[in-house]
């Protein structure tokens, strides 16, 4: 009875040797996990996700913080170079108003375009300067390249000045075109939008005017100081009728672009407040 029972044992081991042998032969062949496996895999990830939540979280907020960094250091160095930029137009532009050395003559009023409609663009500019500050209607405003155009209407703290380029009757102003030693008289007709220049017609087809003649203020019938430089000529020839002749002159000053300006309080010739109150 005992030889059977441990014969019994010996099969029985021998059984569950085999059977574990083929588990583990299964196993390795399935694509799939039994149970246990899956638990003790989950398991595992579970500990890994709470390990590398947080290494992830940090790494990621470092990351952040050198990326932010680099982003900020590139947004300081474009800031810098517009600044810098900015710096050099002003430089460039005070170099310019020092070299007027005669503009102390009008005892000039420095003031700066505050406003400007898109629609009037070309036609009109608002100053932060007015009656308060001495400013009358017909005084000259003008920056370092030269006249820009005259005041229209003056309120207690800022004025509308009409630009050359307005094609407004007050836009007709009376000019000296310096040839040689010679002056020959003109009115500006219009502003030629198309090429941005000023058109004077109507010149005696006698009169002999260059390209790159310099073009002034008459100081005739504008109430303006004379001599205020306006431009060069570009280009002369005759009108569609072949009776007279048409000169194009650029502006010295950017009409398109104006920040800065001066206005003229008097007229040099005789030393007294050069406008006139219509």
Same mark, same amino acid.
């Given at each position: 009875?005992?030889?059977? &029972?441990?014969?019994?044992?010996?099969?029985?081991? &021998?059984? *569950?040797?085999?059977? &574990?042998?083929?588990?583990?032969?299964?196993?390795? =062949?399935?694509?799939?996990?039994?149970?246990?496996?899956?638990? #003790?895999?989950?398991?595992?990830?579970l500990g890994q996700r709470v390990v590398s939540y947080p290494?992830?979280?940090?790494?990621?907020?470092? @990351?952040?913080? &050198?990326?932010? @960094?680099?982003?900020?250091?590139?947004?300081?160095?474009?800031?810098?170079?517009? =600044?810098?930029?900015?710096?050099?137009?002003?430089?460039?532009?005070?170099?310019?108003?020092?070299?007027?050395? /005669?503009i102390s003559k009008y005892d000039p009023i420095s003031g700066?375009?505050?406003?400007?409609?898109?629609?009037?663009?070309?036609?009109? #500019?608002?100053?932060?300067?007015?009656?308060? /500050?001495?400013?009358?209607?017909?005084? *000259?405003?003008?920056?370092?390249?030269?006249?820009?155009?005259?005041?229209?209407?003056?309120?207690?703290?800022?004025?509308?000045?009409?630009?050359?380029?307005? @094609?407004?009757?007050?836009?007709?102003?009376?000019?000296?075109?310096?040839?040689?030693?010679?002056?020959?008289?003109?009115?500006?007709?219009?502003?030629?939008?198309?090429?941005?220049?000023?058109?004077?017609?109507?010149?005696?087809?006698?009169d002999k005017i260059s390209k790159g003649d310099k073009v002034?203020?008459?100081?005739?019938?504008?109430?303006?100081?004379?001599?205020?430089? +306006?431009?060069?000529?570009?280009?002369?020839?005759?009108?569609?009728?072949?009776?007279?002749?048409?000169?194009?002159?650029?502006?010295?000053?950017?009409?398109? /672009? +104006?920040?800065?300006?001066?206005? *003229? =309080?008097?007229?040099?010739?005789?030393?007294?407040?050069?406008?006139?109150?219509?």
């Open positions: 009875m005992q030889k059977f &029972f441990k014969n019994n044992k010996l099969i029985v081991v &021998f059984c *569950a040797v085999i059977i &574990f042998i083929a588990l583990i032969g299964l196993s390795l =062949k399935s694509q799939t996990q039994s149970p246990p496996e899956q638990y #003790v895999g989950d398991s595992v990830s290494v992830n979280f940090v790494t990621g907020a470092i @990351n952040n913080l &050198f990326s932010s @960094n680099k982003t900020t250091d590139n947004n300081k160095v474009k800031q810098l170079e517009a =600044k810098n930029e900015k710096l050099e137009a002003e430089n460039k532009d005070l170099k310019k108003e020092l070299d007027m050395t /005669d700066a375009v505050i406003a400007r409609n898109a629609d009037q663009w070309m036609n009109t #500019v608002i100053i932060d300067k007015g009656k308060k /500050d001495g400013v009358k209607s017909n005084m *000259a405003v003008m920056t370092a390249e030269g006249l820009v155009g005259r005041v229209t209407k003056v309120n207690q703290f800022s004025a509308q000045v009409d630009l050359l380029s307005t @094609n407004t009757r007050t836009g007709k102003l009376s000019v000296n075109i310096q040839h040689d030693s010679k002056n020959v008289f003109g009115l500006i007709d219009h502003y030629d939008k198309k090429n941005q220049e000023l058109v004077i017609g109507n010149i005696n087809n006698k002034v203020t008459s100081g005739l019938a504008d109430q303006l100081p004379s001599d205020l430089y +306006i431009g060069e000529v570009t280009k002369v020839e005759n009108d569609e009728y072949g009776l007279a002749k048409e000169v194009s002159v650029k502006t010295g000053a950017n009409l398109s /672009d +104006i920040s800065h300006v001066y206005i *003229a =309080k008097k007229d040099p010739d005789n030393g007294t407040d050069e406008s006139r109150d219509n």
